[in-house]
């Protein structure tokens, strides 16, 4: 069992990684806004290359988001609340969230993540 001293920590830990990965997420969304704004629909009208400049770095943003709001779910899980419900809700949550990255991840690339890239030698990267 969690020690008394402990676990305040391990929420505010959580609540703290927590409104970093949302703060990531709301911060990328800004700039990808405003990078697409500046690099071409203020310029040119519309610009393929700006939106999917946009597109690539809000996906980014978003990818490093989840990975901080699961890291947050984890610590209140495990250091919080630790009972075979959260277990299975964490379980979901992390499964959601894998599968967002997952897609995610071929939104950017084209490729899965164990793909190798286009221009990668054949043998294990160094």
């Known amino acids: 069992?969690?020690?008394?001293?402990?676990?305040?920590?391990?929420?505010?830990?959580?609540?703290?990684?927590?409104?970093?990965?949302?703060?990531?997420?709301?911060?990328?969304?800004?700039?990808?806004?405003?990078?697409?704004?500046?690099?071409?629909f203020a310029r040119t009208g519309r610009d393929e290359g700006a939106l999917h400049t946009a597109r690539q770095r809000l996906g980014h943003g978003i990818l490093l988001g989840l990975e901080f709001l699961?890291?947050?779910?984890?610590?209140?899980?495990?250091?919080?609340?630790?009972?075979?419900?959260?277990v299975g809700v964490l379980a979901i949550i992390v499964v959601i969230r894998t599968f967002l990255s997952f897609t995610l991840h071929v939104e950017l690339t084209g490729r899965w993540p164990w793909q190798k890239s286009p221009?990668?030698?054949?043998?294990a990267p160094p």
């Not at 947050?72 to 075979?84: C, G, K, M, N």
């Not at 221009?119 to 043998?123: D, L, S, W, Y």
């Open 1 to 40: 069992m969690m020690s008394e001293f402990a676990k305040p920590i391990a929420e505010w830990c959580a609540t703290v990684i927590e409104l970093v990965g949302i703060g990531i997420i709301s911060v990328f969304a800004l700039y990808a806004l405003a990078s697409a704004v500046t690099l071409g």
């Open 70 to 86: 699961v890291a947050a779910d984890i610590i209140q899980t495990v250091a919080v609340e630790l009972t075979f419900t959260s």
């Open 119 to 123: 221009g990668e030698p054949n043998g």
